[in-house]
């Protein structure tokens, strides 16, 4: 079992900055996916960012390549995404998840954490 806890949503300015935390517990996954998703009100649950924690490597929805980082920290077993430049229709539940396969795809994710709330105000 992997245990997801996301923590760093909150009210941001349009254009202002902020960055999410997804801190894991439970069993190693050094060769898993984690990934973030939002879902705004209304509207399903969208792919944001990934990374291969094994290999770092780093995957992007294309609205928002050029303002959100996804970054992992092996010794803290924490993955981060710093938002940049953020905008209105960022506005959204942010949900932290997890899974032992490379894939981007909602339906083939195990492991999620209960989400943080992030409002862009305009």
């Known amino acids: 079992q992997v245990q997801l806890v996301e923590s760093g949503g909150g009210l941001v300015q349009a254009g202002g900055s902020l960055r999410l935390s997804c801190a894991a517990s439970?069993?190693?996954?050094?060769?898993?996916?984690v990934a973030w998703f939002r879902q705004a009100p209304g509207r399903e649950r969208e792919f944001v960012a990934a990374?291969?924690?094994?290999?770092?490597?780093?995957y992007y929805t294309d609205s928002v390549k050029g303002r959100f980082t996804i970054s992992r920290d092996n010794a803290k077993r924490t993955v981060y995404l710093q938002m940049n430049s953020l905008k209105s229709e960022d506005t959204a539940v942010y949900y932290c998840a997890a899974d032992p396969r490379t894939t981007m795809t909602r339906s083939d994710y195990n492991y999620w954490g209960q989400g943080t709330q992030v409002t862009v105000s305009s």
């Open positions: 439970g069993r190693t996954f050094s060769s898993y996916t």
């Open positions: 990374i291969i924690w094994l290999g770092g490597d780093t």
